[in-house]
């Protein structure tokens, strides 16, 4: 739990201006069926495993919630020099949400479970332990999961095999998945270009840069955005620093010299916008493939406040943004539209609250969580057959 909770305050993945319908249009595009809160891949092997063991129990949800939590404590003795991921690796068998929740929107997604099964609870409704008989080809054809599937390691979920490494059988059925129900997408492309560990954005890592077609352009427009925006999250931050300076006094405060801090992280900024095509780019490009492709529902006001915050950067100087009054009235507004009465802007209460830092991170796009499965993929495909 304390994970999750991290991913919600890391200083990239809050939303301070109101942004995430925008960043979720574009995530998705890029990584269909993915969450921030995915760890690894064999949990979309695990979940159905344990659906399996708990169909045909007097209550299955209950039956599936207890072979999850066991699943934990065998990971934990399985011996594996790799346990990063580890679902409960803290709190064990005290674990709230349990995989099958985190991971049932990608199980659906990608085709692993029936598309009749919306929730967890139709997949005991429909199940194949209702076929009458011990006719196990006609319990295959009346299953819920994918047929094609890999069956369970002897034992499971006591057994588990090496953890979290997959056989060569489960990493190539899973290539498969994604790449029939996410075709055309950069989480398909990284199926067949290994992306790199030290990568931190999907635009600096060499393998998602050589995707072409669609895949390619929505990349370049995720960049153009997520670099165009963080400037307007880190002038945001900077505006937070110059007030807080100046209402709490010295000796109270708990973060030093943030001015300067934002003023050289706006500048080193300014410095990336050329390589991103910002200046260049004509943002009509975003809300064409928002509506027409992604279907997306955008706020106006938020579409207004993208729109307005790319024009001052093509007509301005990006290295002067920090200074700029139209820039900052902008972002003020749009704090004060976003959060009312709740603003730290000119609220010196909230504005002592500050942690110094509120979303100033780049954002993109799901991208750690998309390296670390295509990651376990390959590794998967690098095994013996």
Not at 14 to 27: I, K, N, T, W
Not at 286 to 304: D, E, F, H, N
Not at 351 to 365: D, R
Request: aromatic letters at 8%; charged letters at 25%; glycine letters at 6%.
């Amino acid at each position: 739990m304390r994970d999750i909770i991290r991913l919600f305050t890391d200083r990239d993945s809050r939303d301070e201006l109101g942004l995430s319908q925008v960043r979720d249009a574009l995530s998705e595009g890029l990584f269909p069926g993915t969450t921030v809160l995915l760890t690894r891949a064999r949990y979309l092997l695990f979940v159905p495993w344990c659906f399996q063991l708990a169909e045909g129990s007097s209550d299955p949800m209950a039956a599936l919630v207890w072979h999850e939590k066991n699943l934990i404590t065998s990971l934990k003795k399985s011996g594996s020099a790799d346990l990063t991921g580890l679902m409960g690796a803290r709190v064990g068998q005290d674990l709230q949400n349990v995989p099958s929740t985190i991971y049932w929107g990608t199980i659906r997604r990608l085709g692993i479970v029936a598309d009749a099964c919306t929730w967890k609870s139709d997949v005991f409704a429909t199940s194949s332990a209702h076929v009458v008989g011990d006719d196990e080809a006609a319990r295959k054809r009346a299953s819920v999961w994918s047929h094609e599937m890999p069956v369970a390691p002897a034992g499971f979920p006591e057994a588990v095999g090496d953890a979290f490494a997959m056989t060569h059988e489960e990493a190539a059925w899973l290539r498969e998945r994604i790449l029939d129900r996410a075709s055309g997408t950069l989480l398909a492309h990284l199926m067949d270009q290994r992306p790199k560990k030290a990568s931190r954005t999907p635009w600096s890592d060499p393998g998602a840069r050589s995707a072409v077609g669609p895949a390619g352009d929505l990349l370049r427009i995720a960049e153009a955005f997520s670099t165009a925006i963080q400037g307007a999250s880190l002038l945001y931050n900077l505006l937070l620093a110059e007030e807080y300076e100046l209402l709490v006094p010295e000796g109270q405060r708990t973060h030093q010299a943030l001015t300067a801090r934002y003023r050289d992280e706006l500048a080193s900024w300014a410095d990336r916008i050329d390589a991103a095509r910002v200046v260049t780019w004509d943002v009509a490009e975003l809300w064409a493939w928002v509506y027409s492709v992604a279907k997306a529902t955008i706020a106006p006001g938020t579409r207004a406040f993208v729109t307005d915050w790319v024009r001052l950067l093509r007509e301005n100087d990006p290295r002067a943004i920090a200074d700029d009054a139209e820039a900052r009235d902008l972002v003020r507004r749009r704090e004060r539209r976003q959060k009312g009465s709740m603003a730290r802007l000119g609220n010196p209460k909230r504005l002592n609250a500050w942690s110094g830092a509120a979303g100033a991170g780049a954002l993109t796009f799901r991208w750690t969580t998309a390296r670390d499965i295509a990651l376990d993929i390959h590794a998967g495909l690098d095994r013996d057959a």
